[in-house]
């Protein structure tokens, strides 16, 4: 069995293990709900924080693993941590969100990805700078969200504990610029570069007891960028300012930190029993009727097929980014790389590539019986 296979494998197994002990951390938690006027069923709890500020933004529904989750109004191209800018702070790399509802979903909870869902956050109280793992390999850097249940004190094999397709790299000089979206490599390429660099994620506490993200140091990235880095201090406020996120004002990132109950603490451990054998996918959480009805409107189909459109020209879009990088490859071979290591190498990334546009088409077509069921309510 060759290397690749073997993480994906290994990688396979350990989520199967996470996945079953989420289970059971969300039974014993007791994720419970009230009902309100009229009948509307709202969460309680940490997702009750939440609820109101992100509602309009997506859709909240209880998961079967994980209680009360949240999936954003997103594209399918779309992951966590990726529009925005990456600050040096003096909490370590710090996540300036662009979007409105980004104050929320990348300083608390986590983040997982599902096949009939797409991306979902699971709540949590505790606030951090950015609850990512970091990768760094001269010249490349990437990270991805945190997946739920998981003791960030632990310090596991993040690289081989979350899927390829998670992962978000640039070379180090992009990090800390404005677009890091633009710079970001095809998905396909992540397969690769996870090989390339190795693990360098760092927790730790500050003198106030607040988290402190490390990850990639900070020298290598102003050795690319040719100056210092400006490190900014933070400064939390508790009223939602209007433009709903993070500034930087002069010397200081203030960010949006409403006061909620909770403390740095470890997860509940793995259950030893757990099921070991890798699961292919989360089972879907059904929330819509089998569709009967009118028949559709053309209005309707018509942004059906607009949709359709719009994914097929992202992906092809993607699949010539990718291309592009193969034909500069084979036009001028990585330094110490055969010609069949590299084809080797590409064929990798081609399958890699393949999984990914099958994962967004599945998603489309869930998506779709979820619209087409909602349109028929």
């Known amino acids: 069995m060759n290397t690749t296979k073997f993480l ?46 992100l509602a309009p933004h997506g859709d909240w529904f209880r998961h079967d693993r994980y209680g009360w989750v949240w999936r954003p109004h997103v594209g399918y191209g779309w992951r966590p941590y990726t529009e925005g800018l990456w600050v040096y702070t003096d909490l370590g790399w710090t996540w300036q969100s662009d979007l409105e509802w980004g104050w929320a979903p990348f300083h608390y909870g986590r983040w997982a990805y599902e096949t009939n869902n797409g991306w979902i956050w699971v709540p949590d109280d505790v606030w951090g700078p950015a609850w990512v793992a970091w990768q760094m390999g001269d010249p490349w850097c990437g990270w991805a969200p945190l997946p739920p249940l998981v003791a960030w004190e632990s310090g596991p094999a993040w690289d081989v504990l979350i899927p390829p397709f998670c992962w978000s790299f640039v070379e180090v000089g992009f990090l800390p610029v404005r677009n890091v979206r633009a710079h970001i490599v ?37 050795r690319a960028i040719g100056h210092p880095l400006t490190r900014l201090r933070v400064e939390s406020v508790t009223t939602l300012p209007p433009h709903a996120g993070a500034t ?129 309510r």
Do not use: C
Not at 190 to 217: C, P, W, Y
Not at 265 to 285: C, I, Y
């Open 186 to 222: 095809p998905v396909a390429r992540n397969v690769t570069l996870l090989h390339e660099t190795k693990n360098v994620t760092r927790f730790a506490f500050d003198g106030k007891k607040q988290i402190v993200s490390n990850g990639v140091d900070p020298k290598r990235v102003e």
């Open 8 to 53: 994906l494998l290994l990688g396979a197994t350990v989520v199967s293990v996470m996945q079953s002990a989420i289970a059971s951390a969300a039974t014993a938690s007791g994720h419970s709900a009230i009902t309100v006027a009229g009948g509307v069923e709202r969460p309680d709890g940490k997702a009750a924080m939440f609820y109101d500020a």
């Open 248 to 376: 930087i004002q002069a010397n200081r990132l203030v960010v949006f930190r409403p006061d909620v109950s909770g403390a740095p603490r470890p997860v509940t451990p793995l259950n030893e029993t757990a099921d070991l054998r890798p699961q292919s996918g989360v089972a879907p959480v059904s929330r819509f009727p089998t569709p009967t009805g009118p028949i559709l409107s053309r209005e309707f189909l018509q942004r059906q097929e607009a949709d359709r459109r719009q994914l097929a020209e992202q992906q092809a879009a993607e699949a010539a980014r990718l291309a592009e990088i193969h034909r500069r490859e084979l036009a001028q071979p990585p330094h110490g790389m055969s010609l069949p290591n590299l084809a080797q190498r590409q064929m990798e990334e081609h399958h890699a590539f393949n999984e990914h546009v099958a994962r967004q088409n599945q998603l489309f077509e869930q998506r779709a019986q979820q619209s087409l069921a909602g349109h028929h």
